[in-house]
């Protein structure tokens, strides 16, 4: 049976709070990992661990952050993402809404756009 986006947003909260140090009642669903939450790229290891140690799933590297993408020179000129490239970032992370990065797309920034809402999307594909 798959997990309620209640119950796989509560895990995440929990998780995310002991990672990042922060309070519970801080990870909301449109909070940013960065932004709101303080993430460092350091903390994105954590973050993934506790994800599949939480919800007993495996992260493939590149699932949740796509280097694959960001650092290929056919998807990225300069340090914006091409019209490509973010085809590619969707296909590669459906469960994380790029809308807002399709504004900037600046792969130095690309971080400060994912949400909790999306990692929880994201365990919820990967239990499902």
């Not at 796989?8 to 909260?13: G, I, L, P, S, T």
């Not at 807002?100 to 365990?123: G, H, M, Q, T």
């Amino acid at each position: 049976m798959a997990m309620s986006n209640e119950e796989a947003f509560k895990k995440v909260q929990v998780e995310l709070s002991a990672a990042l140090g922060v309070d519970e009642e801080e990870v909301t669903p449109e909070a940013t990992l960065v932004g709101d939450l303080g993430a460092e790229s350091i903390d994105f290891l954590d973050i993934v661990f506790r994800l599949e140690k939480a919800f007993s799933i495996k992260v493939n590297q590149g699932e949740l952050f796509p280097e694959s993408v960001l650092n290929n020179p056919q998807f990225v000129q300069g340090d914006k993402v091409t019209d490509g490239g973010m085809a590619e970032l969707r296909k590669v992370l459906p469960y994380i809404d790029l809308d807002a990065f399709d504004k900037n797309r600046n792969k130095n920034e690309f971080p400060n756009f994912i949400k909790v809402s999306d990692l929880v999307a994201f365990v919820q594909s990967k239990t499902a």
